[in-house]
């Protein structure tokens, strides 16, 4: 088309909409200004915005168990729609589609002689120029309110870049591409998520797809375009199913239907499906519910990784998760045995992780609770299983962190004979006073093997030991086994900078990494916690001592099936092989006669090798069980989630009362016994790891090098080189303050001078994730003719 007949196309598609549309409020002038400052930027984004698609969300074997919008949307291509709602789309809406250039002269004359003569009044608009508009209110305007408006302004400008920007679009995209585009885009429902564009159209009026939509559902669908309010087939029925036979008679006037055709396709009742339209719901509450919490997670996870909450819920993507949906099934059902749905005041979460040492997969997160809004359904919005929600603590579990500290500073060994009193009183601060805990057990044996300690679990013997090694260094072994988020949250679980926690004390101005400091109590495990970092803890020692952190994520793709690049936390060596086997072995006797778990073991007829550890608060207001079974790490926590609770009673089922009787083995273990029955059925057993002949006796194992995570790079660079050690410096995305150190690998190993250690550092910013873009010579969501 030369450039003097596009001028004069443009001037007279001016000209006939002025007197199609109402009055102007501007001139041609100011209008011919505003059209060329403003067409060339809107026509870059019509050629580069991407559809808001729908996100979907999948297990380990790819079956959807989450769908996140905006829109509900579902993009198809021109060989994937039906023959009939194309011929039904262009009876009804442009029926010259194929014959003009992007603008209709002959339609728009027409229009305009019917509206000037006091006839009905008639719009002019082609498919193209309607798809310019529904691109623009749907796609690249979506989230600005005023250019919404200013994209359906009954305006003079605002028509003549709708038909320029048609025009283009038909001179550069082939007509198939163009009623792919818009039957895309545009919306058929009234509700603000949709659905947009046929494929979620068909799906929720009919529960079919756009390949299978007959005559009458396509003439529905077509007539929706025009008022998808007063055509809504649900609340207006009457007026749907005529607009739908106008359609359908219009498809006979041009051509595309034979009467006899019609008339059969008139006689079919509307066919919509019951209680529809048939949209998911655009959250994680749309889960099954062993997967609503995980799904949960999985949000905060890609937020944590660069995400937005908008490119979620528009981007398209496949989301293929870790989620094993049988491990997931037994669990929950596990869970929900223990502890009934709606039992008051008690949750039980139960986390399942495949440790590795390159990565950490979360296979279930899942809890008698479900993710939900409706308490007395025993529903929650608060992610229970992997925030950290348990203020309470997991008592004598923590003791994994003294002996792992223990272990590393050359305190103890294996084989020690310990002092273990009934009650005895630590004055470790002449500022404080002293600290005077106590065993529960009946017989107290003193002195006491620490092997045997890990299964009879005394608390004054641990004490000492924690006191004997260094309250900062079991501080630090717990952060760096796992429990991250836990010891930098206060001890109500929050966020200790948050202002109102400002000048209240060290308990809530300071992380738990912090204010433990002085609290002998935390190797009994009194500080709040995340049960997903219980359980990381396990993942971590079956891993050979490597940390990772917990990923809820298999693979990201984009909505052309190309891999997405987002930030991620790399693993990092934390202790040594050797103690974590020697650790692993010391736990492995939990089930045993003289162990805490040994009753819900036996009971359960439990004949697998495990490491594991019971806990149980002093107020019996949180017990918990840890354990390493056969390839899975797992923690299963029974807490009360009310704000005033009471003790935990054994049961069953396990509740709220005036009670001593809950404990972590009897209420918290048969969770963790029951599900793996099922899980590891029929699976080779793995023998527990071989305690390391180093780890037997007390003694040195070398000097322990610097702990610098959470410093600044150039005094942790300084400390690091001042003991003789090497660093490398990687730059890490995150939000974290610039220069500060959030990763370190190896830590805690004896090395050789001279060995370089990876630091971690924050450049304090968190890039978007690298993702594709629309090939620019198609219409979004469409593969050519």
Known sequence: MGVLRFLGLCLLAGVLLAGVMAPVSIGLGEASNQLSDSVDSISANLASADFPMVTTVTDRDGNPIAYLFDQYRLPVSFPQISPNMTSAIIAIEDKRFYDHAGIDIKGALRAALSNSSGGSTQGASTITQQYVKNFLINVVDRNNKAAQAADQAQTLVRKLREAKMAMTLDQEWSKNNILTGYLNVVQFGHTGIGPFGVR??????????????????????????????L?????????????????????VENNALSADA????????????????????????????????????????LKQAGFTQDQIDSGGYTIKTTLDPNVAQVAKQAANNRVPTTQYGVANTFDIIKPGTTSHEVLALVANRNYGQDPNK????????????????????????TTAAAFEQGKVGLNSVLPNPQTTCFTFDPRLKPYCPSNAERVNTDPLQLSDALAISPNTLFVNVELQTGMANVLNMAYRLGMRNSMMANQVGKNPSDPQYANKGVVLSHPQLESFLDSPSFTLGDAALSPLEEANVMATLASGGVWCPPTPVLSITDRYGKPVQFTQQACQQVVPQALANSLLNGLSHDTSPIGTSFAPAQAANWNHPISGKTGTTQENKS?????????????????SDIPNPQNICFGPPPHLGNCQNGFGGPVAAPTFFN?????????????????DPGYLNPGSHGPVMPFVMNMNSTDATNALKGAGYGVTIVPFNSTTAAGTVVGQTPQGISAPPGTPITLYVSTGTLPPPQTSSAPPSLAPGSTGN
């Open 231 to 251: 055509y809504d087939p649900y609340r207006h029925p009457q007026e749907a199913l005529k607009r739908r036979n106008v359609v359908i008679d219009k498809m």
């Open 675 to 691: 599900a793996f029955n099922q899980i590891l059925a029929g699976q080779p057993d793995t023998p527990v790891a071989n305690a």
């Open 262 to 301: 019609a008339k059969q396709a008139k006689a079919q009742p509307l066919g919509v499906v019951a209680g529809g339209p048939n949209i998911p719901q655009s959250t994680c509450l749309s889960a099954p519910d062993y997967a609503g919490f995980f799904c949960a997670y999985l949000l905060e996870y």
């Open 200 to 229: 979620a159209a068909a799906a929720a009026f009919f529960n079919t797809t756009p390949d299978k939509l007959t005559v009458p559902q396509s003439a529905l669908l077509a007539g929706m375009v025009n008022n998808p309010v």
């Open 378 to 401: 025993g529903q929650t919005l608060t992610n229970i299983t992997a925030d950290v929600i348990d203020t309470f603590g997991a008592g004598s579990t923590f003791k994994i962190f």
């Open 623 to 639: 017990l918990a069980f840890v354990g390493y079974s056969d390839g899975y790490a797992a923690s299963s926590i029974v807490f």
